[in-house]
Structures are given as structure tokens and as C-alpha cells.
């Protein structure tokens, strides 16, 4: 069974750095894709940052130029490091990986439970 465990969330300041990383239970070669999706209070599931098998990662437009994605296939780990914080990037971080590297997130394979990051201003 696959299992995708996150870490690093917590509470930081405005303008602050946070990494968090997420342990995969499995190779992560396995995955096509894998990526980081947040979700704040009554607001929906949206992209943060996904990154493919072959390093190519893509960000969402809120958090271009601030967060990179990266990951150590040997130790079955990606990370996201989140710099520049703002208020708004506050919400539940999930960790997620798909085999086919579906554009849908909601059709992927694999999910956390998620770790909290709450930026105050």
C-alpha cells in the first residue's frame, strides 16, 4: 500500500521560508508526476506545485518565483521550498502522486493527509 507522509508545516511570518517535504512508502519512479496541492478554509483544492519523473516542474501562478519543488528519488522524497510567505499561502499543504500525471487532480492516485502552514501577517 502506498502511503505519502508529509512534514515541515507550521506557523511562520509573513515574508518567512518554510520546507516541506513528503515521504513516499514506494519508489517514486513509480509516479509520472507528483506534486503539491493546498486547500484553505471554504475555498477549493487548488495547484501548488507539480514535478514529473524526468524534474520538470510547473507551479501555479500564486506561487511562481517564490516556492520550488524538488525531489531525491533515492530517499523517495519530494520537497517543497516555500520562500516570500504571504498570508493567502496559509491552508492545508497535500502531497499527492499519480502514475499517468493526469492534469485532474482529482483523478490522482495518491494522497497525504496533509500538513498545515499557516502564515501570519
Known amino acids: 500500500q502506498v502511503q505519502l507522509v508529509e512534514s515541515g508545516g507550521g506557523l511562520v511570518q509573513a515574508g518567512g521560508s518554510l520546507r516541506l517535504s513528503c515521504a513516499a512508502s514506494v519508489s517514486i519512479f513509480r509516479f509520472n508526476t507528483m506534486g503539491w496541492y493546498r486547500q484553505a478554509p471554504g475555498k477549493q483544492r487548488e495547484l501548488v506545485a507539480t514535478?514529473?519523473?524526468?524534474?520538470?516542474?510547473y507551479y501555479g501562478d500564486s506561487v511562481k518565483g517564490r516556492f520550488l519543488i524538488s525531489r531525491d528519488n533515492a530517499k523517495y522524497t519530494v520537497f517543497l521550498q516555500m520562500s516570500s510567505l504571504k498570508p493567502e499561502d496559509t491552508a492545508v499543504y497535500y502531497c499527492a502522486a499519480d502514475r499517468l500525471g493526469s492534469t485532474d487532480w482529482r483523478t490522482w492516485d495518491y494522497w497525504g493527509q496533509g500538513t498545515q502552514v499557516t502564515v501570519s501577517s
Open positions: 514535478i514529473t519523473s524526468g524534474r520538470v516542474p
